[in-house]
Structure formats: structure tokens, C-alpha cells
């Protein structure tokens, strides 16, 4: 079951002020979007994230990792339109379609819009309207309206991918959101449970709000995550190779499509899986040239980063290599601190040792090198 996420990122946000559109002002220290994003990116059920954005905001995205960018339209159904497109030669199972805005959506909102597309094409969570409802004109109250049966609309809205494509192809124009595009195509679509966190920041004062609802969520007790990472490289010809960001003089190279740091690429995976963000494969896929030798800070430093925007910090790591050769001793304190570099963390959080497999296996045949890498997380 493939399922991918759009974001719709190409408003401009005007209500909100500010400089810039609201999606790249900063939230708790990070740009709304990256907040957004990494919702998405850590949760384990979704392949690929695709972010459609105004042309105007190619340049700002340059820094945003393992997305798809896709030129986005004058309104909310031709974006959605356009990423749906982009994504229709994959034609992935499910698709989540989500606005920017809404950057503190959580997990347990993505589940329980998946699991209602078990049952159902669409399905979108959503809260029950509980205060009473007016009409008004000139500020003063010119009638009232029944609450019962109304709900709040949040995103994600999930859909089977074939149905909701098709509907959008058949739209019209025009739509509040997506739910009132599948509806006008007859899907039915399933209400799950929303959440009043899933805030949408629309004015100045949401910023706020937003910044006071994720201080709340880091004040609970500790909590702790644990990631294990591994990962081997054979031999090829060549006079140098890359452990833990130091080259290295040797007789032979690691193969690999990017720079092939065993070492890095461990610990790497390491912290996706402390996240449950899947692995290096799902963030900077291999089959993409654009990735091909690439060196492998590009993917611990994506890593790290994803880890502070889920407002987690990097406790400690430790890095082991398994080989014959090279010797590692003499290169470990410089590899620490390259490490220690690039996570911007202090050394002393960063352990980097090695072993040999007493000449058993490929690796005793000194074929290659494995690693092992372990991290943990905290959270207050």
C-alpha cells in the first residue's frame, strides 16, 4: 500500500501579515513549513511528500529535502490539481492532502484518516461545531442556525488516488477543499476524529497560539527514543575512501551511489528510525541521479534537522565499524568531531570505535565494511 502526501503551499497568506507568506515565517524558531513537512516525513506510512508551491518560492525551497516540488495554481483546487498530476505516472494507493497552515497536525490525525480509508474512498478529519451559531448584519444578531450535524473541517483529507484524481479532472473550479471536490464527483466521504491542536494559523494572533500549543506538548515528562542504524559497503578499486566525514588513505574505495560513509550512512538511518522516519532510501531515493555522489553530511545534517523540528534533541550517538582495515584508532577522535560538527552537537555526545570480525565473514575476508549506530532522543 503506497500512500503519498501533497502539500498545498502556494497561497500567499495575506491575512496572517508579515513579510513573507505565512508558510515561511517563523514558528518556535523554524519556518511553519519545516514544522509541516516534517509531520509528514516522520510518520512511517508515508513514501513521498510533494509540496506544490508558488512559483515565486522555488528559490526559498531550495533548502527542503526529500520533497517533490510542483509548480502550484491560482487557487487551493488547482494546486491540488497540479500535485495530483505530478504524482499520477507513480499513481500511488492513497494520497493525504493538507494545507501548510496547519503545522502541528499529529500522528494520531494521520492515522485515523488511513485507517477510514479502509472502508472508505475519502476521509477527512474534522471537530463537532459546540458553541451556538448566529447570523449577523451590521453587528447585530439577525438570526440563528442549528449546530446539530455541523463539524469543523480540518486536513489531512485522505483519498484513494484514482477517485480523487479523476474528480479533480472533472472539477470545474472552485472548491473550498478537497472533501468538496470528491463529493461533487458522489464519493463518499468518511469523518474521522480531528483535533483542536490541528490549529490552522490564518491571522498574527495564530502564531501564538501555535507557539503556546507546542510549548504545552514539550512540558510533559521525558520522553525518550531510540534509533538503531546499519549499513555495508563493499570494495572497489581506488587509493582513498570516507568514514564518518574524514577521508582516508587506503588501497581500495567503498562503493556506493553517493560517497559511500558506511559510518555516516548507519548513523543516519539511526536517527530516522529513532523518529520512525523510515531510512536515507526514502528521503534521497538512489534511483534519482540528482543524488549520485553526494556527500553524506547532506544526509546526516537532513537527518538532525528533522529531529529538531520534531522538537526532539540528539542525548547521545555511538558509531561502531566493523573492519579489518582500515585502522580506524588514529582517525576516531577527528571523525568524532566531524560528526559532532555536523549534528551541531558537542563531542563528548558522539562515540566512534570500531572491531574487527576475527577475520569471519565478508568482512574478514576484508570484502568491505560494515556499521552499527545507535541514537538516542530526548524529549522534555
Known amino acids: 500500500m503506497k500512500t503519498f502526501a501533497l502539500i498545498l503551499a502556494a497561497g500567499r497568506g495575506r ?61 487551493r483546487d488547482a494546486s491540488a490539481r497540479a500535485g495530483l498530476e505530478a504524482m499520477a505516472e507513480q499513481a500511488p494507493d492513497r494520497v493525504l492532502i493538507h494545507d501548510v497552515a496547519r503545522p502541528l497536525v499529529s500522528h494520531a490525525v494521520i492515522d485515523a484518516v488511513l485507517e477510514a480509508l479502509a472502508t472508505s474512498p475519502g476521509a477527512a478529519p474534522a471537530l463537532a461545531v459546540t458553541d451556538a451559531l448566529w447570523r449577523g448584519a451590521h453587528d447585530r444578531v439577525s438570526g ?31 472548491a473550498a477543499d478537497d472533501v468538496a471536490v470528491a463529493r461533487g464527483a458522489g464519493m463518499e ?5 480531528g483535533d483542536e491542536a490541528n490549529l490552522k494559523i490564518t491571522v498574527a494572533e495564530d502564531f501564538a497560539r501555535a507557539e503556546r500549543l507546542l510549548a504545552s506538548q514539550g512540558s510533559s515528562d521525558m520522553q525518550i527514543r531510540t534509533g538503531l542504524g546499519y549499513d555495508v ?12 566525514g574524514v577521508e582516508i588513505e587506503h588501497d581500495a574505495a567503498l562503493l556506493g551511489h553517493s560517497d559511500a560513509d558506511v559510518g555516516m550512512h548507519a548513523l ?10 523510515g531510512d536515507i532510501g526514502r528521503h534521497f531515493p538512489p534511483s534519482e541521479e540528482k543524488w549520485r555522489g553526494v556527500a553524506s553530511h547532506v544526509f546526516l545534517d537532513h537527518a538532525s534537522a528533522l529531529v529538531r523540528a520534531q522538537g526532539w534533541e540528539i542525548a547521545n550517538v555511538d558509531v561502531t565499524l566493523i573492519c579489518e582495515a582500515p585502522k580506524i584508532g588514529p582517525h576516531a577522535q577527528a571523525m568524532q568531531a566531524r560528526l559532532a560538527q555536523i549534528m551541531q552537537l558537542e563531542a563528548g555526545r558522539v562515540s566512534v570505535k570500531a572491531t574487527t570480525s576475527e577475520r569471519l565473514g565478508f568482512t574478514g575476508r576484508r570484502e568491505g565494511i560494515a556499521a552499527q549506530a545507535i541514537a538516542t532522543l530526548v524529549k522534555a
Open 15 to 75: 491575512r496572517a501579515g508579515g513579510a513573507v507568506a505565512k508558510q515561511w515565517q517563523d514558528l518556535a524558531g523554524r519556518p511553519v513549513i519545516e514544522h509541516t513537512l516534517a509531520a509528514f516525513q516522520s510518520h512511517p506510512a508515508v513514501d513521498a511528500i510533494y509540496l506544490a508551491l508558488h512559483p515565486d518560492d522555488f528559490a526559498r525551497a531550495g533548502d527542503l529535502q526529500g520533497v517533490s516540488l510542483v509548480k502550484g495554481g491560482a487557487s
Open 144 to 174: 440563528t442556525v442549528e449546530r446539530e450535524g455541523l463539524w469543523r473541517a480540518q486536513t489531512p483529507q485522505g483519498f484513494h488516488f484514482g477517485a480523487i484524481l479523476a474528480a479533480h479532472r472533472a472539477h470545474e473550479g472552485g
Open 189 to 193: 466521504v468518511a469523518i474521522c476524529a
Open 233 to 244: 559497503h563493499a570494495f572497489t578499486p581506488g587509493t582513498h575512501l570516507w568514514l564518518c
Open 268 to 277: 543516519t538511518d539511526a536517527l530516522y528510525g529513532a523518529l520512525a522516519a
